[in-house]
């Protein structure tokens, strides 16, 4: 059974700080995605990565970075948080090149005041 | 760009009732089509998908529907029950790596 799990479910920060959100995925899988989930918007592909210190921008990549060290690790960082950033954060992974079902975390419900 | 919209937004049914909830995708390469169920607080999961090779898939009370001459596919719930009640997501990959999502459609079955 494939578990995702992501560092924190709620978080709440200061405009200016420095977020560290963490996904760990135990299917070896070889992609991780970071979306933010905001009402009706559906989910929105921040960054994705499809191997180990690879990474590719999605449709809304301005104002975060990422981090993939290792392949069962993914980390999203808000290098200044800002209220437009308050949202629900979910990470995912999927296995091979497209056409696969992805795997979502719990998500991280961040609020930046 | 790559889009994909989704109808409606809402949709309210008696339970027993049937939904279907459309979307359209803009890249006519998109050639997979995974629908998502997300219940509340809950992550989103897979429910059920179609390659662009079928125009047809369904799994007990849940079909999907595919046509890509018009580049819109459909999920269609029958029998609805109450723990059908969630927020359910359309996406279409042109393959490589990049999921579009749609909006989402909250469902409500009404017992």
């Known amino acids: 059974d494939v578990k995702v799990t992501q560092s924190s479910r709620y978080l709440v920060k200061r405009t200016g700080e420095k977020v560290f959100l963490e996904c760990v995925q135990d299917m070896d899988h070889e992609n991780m995605f970071w979306y933010r989930q905001d009402p009706g918007l559906g989910l929105r592909l921040i960054y994705f990565s499809y191997d180990v210190k690879m990474k590719e921008k999605g449709d809304i990549p301005e104002g975060y970075s990422v981090s993939r060290e290792k392949k069962e690790r993914f980390s999203l960082i808000l290098e200044s948080a800002s209220t437009n950033q308050t949202s629900m954060y979910l990470c995912?992974?999927?296995?091979?090149?497209?056409?696969?079902?992805?795997?979502f975390g719990p998500g991280t419900r961040l609020l930046v005041l | 760009g790559e889009n994909v919209e989704q109808h409606p937004s809402t949709l309210s049914v008696q339970e027993g009732d049937s939904a279907v909830i459309k979307c359209t995708y803009s890249d006519s390469a998109s050639n997979y089509f995974p629908w998502y169920k997300q219940e509340l607080g809950k992550r989103p999961q897979l429910i059920i998908d179609i390659r662009s090779n079928v125009g047809e898939k369904k799994d007990q009370r849940i079909a999907v529907t595919l046509n890509k001459t018009a580049k819109h596919f459909s999920l269609h719930i029958t029998e609805t029950q109450p723990e059908d009640s969630a927020v359910y997501f359309c996406a279409a990959s042109p393959g490589g790596f990049k999921t579009i999502f749609g909006a989402g459609t909250r469902l409500f079955v009404k017992a």
């Open positions: 995912a992974s999927s296995r091979g090149q497209g056409r696969e079902t992805q795997y």
